[in-house]
């Protein structure tokens, strides 16, 4: 469960401060598919990256689980993501020079696992996003779609309870969105895996079960149905 309150976040000083997040607060149970979605600006990228413990709030609580992690050092968060969370970004964020199986094993390794454990959970990873016979290749070898795959085999690895994506159908066709949300849709279905999505595609959304719409900062809208 994450929980949230009332946590605010600017960015800049003075004249030039941008207000991007404003007194939110919202709780995420175990199992939900939520998008986040609204205006280019309105924070949806600040907000996952609060959530997540990649940027700092400068007021309000964010728990995740039983750790406070507004009240946790940059490793003790560190650990948390490796242990409890997966990463999924419009841009792949893969390594060039690593084949599929290597970046899908990082975060294991990142924890200490030896590379022979890394390499035999990485492939049983790939095998899970319909991977497996392009566990070899280099990104610059896979499409968009199959990058987007190992992406999320790597954020599987380590067997997350909850998988954060910031646009991940972003740089892909309809047809392939369709199949990377579905994917991820299995994930939510065989682990309970929770899903927070940020999403500008009403499509996206409509497919998780919870849709949190900002607007300059606020949540303006937070249930079952897109406005
Ligand atoms: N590092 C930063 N420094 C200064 N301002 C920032 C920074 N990051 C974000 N902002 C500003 O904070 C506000 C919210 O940005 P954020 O990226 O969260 O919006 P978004 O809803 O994800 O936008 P988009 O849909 O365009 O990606 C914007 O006005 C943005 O310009």
Redesign the pocket.
Known sequence: MIRVSEVS?T??KGE?A????RDVSLTIAKGETVA?T????????????LLAGL?EAEKGEIWAGEALITQLDDQEIAKIRLSRMGFVFQTYHLVPVLTAWENAALPLIASGVSTKEARTRAMEALKEVGLADKAHRYPSQLSGGQNQRVAIARAIIGKPSIIWA??PTGALDSDTADQIIGLLEMLNRHYGTTLVI?T?DPKVADRMSRIIR?QN?RIVHDGGAAL
């Open positions: 976040k960015y800049g030039a941008t207000r991007a997040l986040i609204g205006p280019s600006g309105c924070g949806k990228t600040t907000l996952l990256h940027e910031d646009e940020v500008h900002l900062g």
